[in-house]
């Protein structure tokens, strides 16, 4: 049997990184990674995103960037360089499983659920994908590995993902944007809260919305 070395350099890479990530874990902070960016000058937006894509492949909580997003680029260029990271990373991580990782992914899923999720994206497609874009049923970071074993095609996965990321992508930007606002006490506070639970409000309704005209979210109920 010939040797592949490209995909045994690939998965000594990902036994690197996530040892490293899991080394450094506690120093994953915003205070951290702001004081890293600043070194970077005009160079940070694209080593952000390139943070924010590597956060996504091994497991890091992807929150933290995405707050930390709108204290440093704003509520506008916060989520193009946070959407921009997270769509590359799930990209990764879904070519991953597709490709050199599925055995050890199937491993990381229970039966109940993974049976679900290949059915759900066989019936619904896309569709299913901004679902669970929009109501998380599984962990972010596991999803992006476990729709690489369905059967649902790259190019839908990855605008399904994209747009239907951007609601909360939007909000949690906008949240860590608003909490610097505050604490400097900069434009109009009040506005700028009313703005923040007025974003957060339509987020959180959105479930309560598509339990009404889906029946995804009954039958996601089965194995939550």
């Known amino acids: 049997m010939e040797l592949n070395?490209?995909?045994?350099?690939?998965?000594?890479?990902?036994?690197?990184?996530?040892?490293?990530?899991?080394?450094?874990?506690?120093g994953f902070n915003s205070e951290n990674i702001k004081n890293y960016l600043d070194t970077f000058g005009?160079?940070?937006?694209?080593?952000?995103?390139?943070?924010?894509?590597t956060a996504t492949v091994f497991f890091l909580p992807?929150?933290?960037?995405?707050?930390?997003?709108g204290v440093l680029f704003g509520p506008f260029f916060g989520t193009i360089y946070s959407i921009i990271g997270a769509t590359i990373g799930a990209t990764l991580a879904f070519l991953s499983a597709r490709t050199i990782a599925r055995e050890k992914v199937e491993k990381m899923i229970e039966g109940k659920k993974l049976d679900y999720l290949k059915k759900s994206v066989e019936d619904?497609?896309?569709?299913?994908?901004?679902?669970?874009?929009?109501?998380?049923?599984?962990?972010f970071n596991l999803l992006n590995y476990s729709y690489g074993l369905t059967n649902i095609n790259l190019r839908d996965y990855i605008w399904?993902?994209?747009i239907f990321m951007l609601p909360g992508t939007f909000a949690y930007v906008y949240?860590?944007?608003?909490g610097t606002e505050i604490v400097n006490n900069e434009g109009n506070i009040i506005t700028t809260i009313l703005i923040l639970i007025a974003i957060f409000a339509t987020i959180f309704y959105i479930p309560h919305y598509?339990?009404?005209?889906?029946?995804?979210?009954n039958e996601s109920e089965k194995i939550i």
Do not use: C, D, H, Q
């Open 62 to 69: 992807g929150l933290i960037l995405t707050i930390l997003a």
């Open 42 to 53: 005009n160079l940070a937006p694209l080593v952000f995103i390139l943070i924010y894509t």
């Open 210 to 217: 598509l339990k009404k005209v889906s029946k995804l979210a």
């Open 5 to 26: 070395y490209k995909k045994i350099i690939f998965i000594l890479f990902l036994l690197i990184g996530i040892i490293l990530a899991i080394i450094n874990r506690e």
């Open 124 to 139: 619904e497609g896309w569709k299913f994908v901004a679902y669970t874009r929009l109501v998380p049923l599984f962990p």
């Open 160 to 162: 399904a993902s994209f």
């Open 175 to 178: 949240l860590g944007f608003a």
